[in-house]
């Protein structure tokens, strides 16, 4: 007699255990989220800012000329 365990029992069982998240865990989760996108944000403007600078700085090279 052959007795085999189907992979899927083995998955969905194993699944099953590993998405139950603590509360803390999920707050953790969007606290992260919420600063890294927060980082991005600043990251993004500063870059936007330093470019405008350095067009500025362009527009004046090319009127000396």
Same mark, same amino acid.
């Given at each position: 007699? #052959?007795?085999r365990t189907s992979p899927f029992l083995l998955n969905q069982n194993a699944s099953s255990r590993s998405t139950r998240m603590p509360l803390l865990q999920i707050g953790v989760n969007v606290v992260n989220t919420i600063l890294s996108l927060t980082l991005t944000a600043f990251a993004a403007l500063f870059v936007m800012w330093i470019n405008g600078k *350095? *067009? #500025?700085?362009d527009q004046l090279q090319d009127k000396s000329n």
């Open positions: 007699m #052959d007795t *350095q *067009q #500025d700085f």
